[in-house]
């Protein structure tokens, strides 16, 4: 579930306190299924809960394929000097067009880092061919397109759908909202596969552009143990060898719906 800490000094960093602030979204498939459906994703995806990355049974109770898969987690110090270290040498992303191998979103609204997940999520791979073709959510993903990551995040932070959409869901869960104006401490970071090149994508709206983490084979998805290795472990190894580092997290991910 969604945890608040009135004195989180890393979330949102790079987004100005002048910004305007979404009530945060809960750490909750449910939720996230709501928020998608409303804005035009078909019932035939939704979100799961993962419970596992090392146990078969539990895996096993994950519906295939999986189409994304969202990385939540406190953020520490140990991560906010990777991601520095990381894009200190990357230059700003400035893709545009249906060329692109992914969709980015660069986030400039405050506590809106779970919403920038489930869109990264929907927005690429197989998961876009499950959106209804004459929803708000197919609309906003042709008019961003064309637009250079500034004008695509402009486009977001205007959108009257998308504010409606979560503050709808925000409402909803197992706990009460915080406000838009609480710190909050957790970070959402999306993985997907791009159908076209097999390539692992870590999708994040606070790092300079969308990251290449290597190459999968065709049969595998973003719960393959080559996809989980590229991304999820790596980053918790990072955490486990920094001595100190926090290793709470959870996992979503987007598949077929059972119900």
Known sequence: MSTQNPSASHNDVDVPLNRKAFVPLENNPEVMTSLVHTLGLAPSLAFHDVFSIDDPDLLAFVPRPAYALLLVFPVSDTYENFRAAEDASRAEYDGAGAQEEVMWFKQTIRNACGLIGLLHGVANGEARKHIEPSSS???????????????????????????SAHQSAATQGDTQAPSAESNVDLHYVCFIKAPETNHLWELDGR?????????????????????????????????????????????????????
């Open 137 to 163: 959510l197919a609309e906003l993903l042709r008019s961003a397109t064309s637009l250079k990551p500034l004008e695509r995040a402009a486009l977001l932070y205007d959108s009257p759908a998308l504010e």
């Open 207 to 259: 790092r300079k552009g969308p990251l290449d983490r290597g190459v999968l084979d065709e049969k595998d998805d973003v719960l393959s143990e080559r996809a989980l290795d590229l991304g999820v472990r790596s980053f918790l190894k990072r955490e486990a060898a920094a001595g100190g580092g926090d290793l709470r997290f959870s996992l979503v991910v987007l598949a077929p719906n059972l119900q």
